[in-house]
């Protein structure tokens, strides 16, 4: 692991995208635990439809905070590495074979970015 990866992974409330972007996670505590799982589902199925339909592209701040939001997530469920993969990632990859994934995900895109935003997350670079 990356030492500057390894340091942000240690700063609660911070995600670092690929790009070394760091931005301000929200506070995901309240999210019910029956909510964990479509909680998760929405956010990663966002994230493979900003990485992959042109219409809906997502900066590095907005990658950052989708992706950090995600792994908050996955740890409150306790996923391994193999179970979200195969329960979250896969699936949101299968979708892009239908050929309405984009124009019926990507709506959604913005409005969870916001909402994640209202929780206090930010897709502002963090200096």
């Given at each position: 692991?990356?030492?500057?990866?390894?340091?942000?992974?240690?700063?609660?409330?911070?995600?670092?995208?690929?790009?070394?972007?760091t931005?301000?996670?929200?506070?995901?505590?309240?999210v019910?635990?029956?909510d964990?799982w479509?909680?998760?589902?929405?956010?990663?199925?966002?994230?493979?439809?900003?990485?992959?339909?042109?219409?809906?592209?997502?900066?590095?701040?907005?990658?950052?905070?989708?992706?950090?939001?995600?792994?908050?997530?996955?740890?409150?469920?306790?996923?391994?590495?193999?179970?979200?993969?195969a329960?979250?990632?896969?699936?949101?990859?299968?979708?892009?074979?239908?050929?309405?994934?984009?124009?019926?995900?990507?709506?959604?895109?913005?409005?969870l970015?916001?909402?994640?935003?209202?929780?206090?997350?930010?897709?502002?670079?963090?200096?």
């Amino acid at each position: 692991m990356k030492p500057l990866l390894a340091a942000c992974l240690l700063i609660p409330g911070l995600a670092l995208a690929d790009g070394a972007v760091t931005v301000r996670l929200p506070d995901l505590s309240e999210v019910a635990d029956a909510d964990l799982w479509l909680s998760l589902t929405n956010i990663v199925t966002a994230i493979v439809i900003g990485q992959n339909c042109t219409d809906y592209l997502l900066t590095d701040g907005e990658w950052a905070l989708l992706n950090g939001s995600a792994d908050v997530l996955a740890a409150r469920l306790g996923l391994t590495t193999k179970a979200y993969e195969a329960q979250y990632w896969d699936p949101a990859f299968a979708l892009l074979d239908s050929d309405f994934a984009c124009s019926v995900g990507g709506p959604d895109v913005r409005p969870l970015l916001d909402e994640l935003i209202d929780l206090g997350g930010s897709t502002v670079p963090v200096n």
